[in-house]
Each structure stands twice: as C-alpha cells, then as structure tokens.
C-alpha cells in the first residue's frame, strides 16, 4: 500500500513538473582573456539604444533600465564614474511578434497493424516578446568583454516596466563569470 501511495505521489509530481512554465532562459558570453578582478568603475556609453520597437523608444522604458542595471552593478561592488571608468556599459531592448504552436492530439489504432493516426491540428497563439542585452565594454582595449541576455513574454508597457528589475537582476547574477 505504502508503494502505490509512493507510485502515485511520484506520477503527481511529474506532471505537476510537466505543466509548470519554464523560466525565461538567461545567457551570456564572455571575453576568455579580460581579467575580470581589474574592474572596478563603470559608465554609461552616451549612446541610447536604436529604437527597434515604440515601446521600447520610452524615455521611462530608458530610465527604468538604467536604474535597474545601476543598482545591480552597485551591488556587485562596481562604483559609477565619470572619468576614466574600467568599463563602458551599454544594453539594447527590442520588442517582437512570436508565435508559439502546439501540436493537437494524436492517437494510436489497430488495422491489421499498429498505426499512428494523426488527430487534430496546430495551434497557434502569437504573443510579443521583449529581449534585453546588456554589454560591458573595456574602456581602454575598446573591446567587448561581456554580454548577457534574456527574453520572456510582455503585454504593455507597464508589464515591461515591472519586468525589467527582475531581467537585470537575473541578466547581471551571471557577472562576474565564474571560469
């Protein structure tokens, strides 16, 4: 009795498992010769990003990323400064139609042989999805040393504003890399 009861739990959980979302996926890369132990300072590279998307051409939508990545670097001990700063920061945000299809139902029978027998059909359901990028650059090589990534479903702008803390947030915890 007590196995079935195991058995039971144990098939519970794997599909509890199998409906939960997946977690945006997070990536960066890295610049393998940067002495990332040197980096002390940071600033802003003046440039602001190339609109890709009037959502993302919002001076708030702006403000909202600088304050976020501001924080996360001030956290992991990087000290903003204008003059001669170790590293040059700059991000991009774009906004774009995705679509994501499923599969409808399909099904075994028995002929004279087991057969597969398509059932149902593709659904199909756009959304939009937000990306954010952000890049550190060596100031004095001029070269890109690091750049992290992520990209998750949005609505509007307000739904892109309450995501962005957390974006950065999960972008930056992969700074400095772990080699």
Known sequence: MRRIRICLLLIFLTFLAACAKPAPRVESSLDWQADFEQYRSWAWLDRKPAPMDTM??????????RLAVTNELERKGLVQS????????????????????TSGASGF????????????????ESYRKGTLIIELIDREKNTLVWRGLTSRPIGDRQDASAKIPEAVREILSQYPPQR
């Open 56 to 65: 993302v051409d919002d001076d708030l939508i702006d403000q909202f990323v």
């Open 109 to 124: 029978s028995y002929a004279w042989r087991w057969r597969r027998r398509a059932e149902g059909g593709v659904q199909q």
């Open 82 to 101: 204008a003059e001669k700063p170790d590293l040059m920061v700059k991000y991009q945000a774009r906004v774009q139609e995705a679509v994501a299809a």
